[in-house]
């Protein structure tokens, strides 16, 4: 008698690993590329956005730590700018340096964006003309504006990949396995 060390999957579980498992990696990719290519296209509307003069008034690099307090590291360094300006003489600030900011486990990139935009020094904004506190300091696509779409792209193909090649794994191991009822014999 030979005794098979794999053992056979049940029906439900077939199902589950091949045609619901995907699922999630699509569904996450695909929200996740629809708000990232809306932030890209955002991107490239801030070039013909409206300029005002504004001014610097914070611009530091700040730590955040990361969510799991006992770990050590995992935090990232991002460029906190806080900037104002007037628009039909109504006062806004805003924050935003680029669509797409991004914080950065090395401090060095938070510290180049504080470089160039040191405290008082006096700046172009651009904004959204329907809403002023939409704005930026550096207006149309910059490369970490794709950040988003690429990742949503990602899970998307890996779900995709999975939802094609799961069930031919699975068909395939079922019938190169021989049957349990063979080992009774």
């Given at each position: 008698?030979r005794?098979?060390?794999?053992?056979?999957?049940?029906?439900?579980?077939?199902?589950?690993?091949?045609?619901?498992?995907?699922?999630?990696?699509?569904?996450?990719?695909?929200?996740?590329?629809?708000?990232?290519?809306?932030?890209?296209?955002?991107?490239k509307?801030?070039?013909?956005?409206?300029?005002?003069?504004?001014?610097?008034?914070?611009?530091?690099?700040?730590?955040?730590?990361?969510?799991?307090?006992?770990?050590?590291?995992?935090?990232?360094?991002?460029?906190?700018?806080?900037?104002?300006?007037?628009?039909?003489?109504?006062?806004?600030?805003?924050?935003?340096?680029?669509?797409?900011?991004?914080?950065?486990s090395?401090?060095?990139?938070?510290?180049?964006?504080?470089?160039?935009?040191p405290?008082?020094?006096?700046?172009?904004?651009?904004?959204?003309?329907?809403?002023?506190?939409?704005?930026?300091?550096?207006?149309?696509?910059?490369?970490?504006?794709?950040?988003?779409?690429?990742?949503?792209?990602?899970f998307?193909?890996?779900?995709?990949?999975?939802?094609?090649?799961?069930?031919?794994?699975?068909?395939?191991?079922?019938?190169?396995?021989?049957?349990?009822?063979?080992?009774?014999?």
């Amino acid at each position: 008698m030979r005794i098979s060390s794999s053992k056979q999957m049940s029906p439900g579980m077939r199902v589950f690993f091949s045609r619901i498992f995907p699922l999630p990696f699509i569904v996450v990719g695909a929200l996740t590329l629809y708000f990232g290519g809306r932030g890209v296209h955002r991107a490239k509307e801030s070039l013909a956005w409206p300029v005002a003069e504004g001014q610097i008034l914070n611009s530091s690099v700040e730590y955040h730590r990361g969510s799991n307090r006992g770990s050590k590291g995992g935090g990232t360094y991002s460029a906190e700018i806080r900037y104002t300006f007037t628009v039909d003489g109504q006062v806004h600030s805003g924050n935003k340096v680029a669509v797409g900011d991004y914080g950065s486990s090395n401090s060095s990139h938070a510290q180049k964006i504080i470089n160039r935009y040191p405290r008082d020094k006096m700046v172009s904004v651009r904004y959204l003309p329907s809403d002023p506190d939409v704005c930026v300091l550096e207006p149309g696509v910059q490369a970490q504006a794709w950040f988003l779409p690429g990742f949503g792209m990602f899970f998307v193909l890996v779900g995709m990949l999975m939802a094609v090649f799961l069930p031919r794994a699975m068909k395939e191991r079922d019938s190169t396995e021989p049957s349990v009822a063979a080992y009774r014999r």
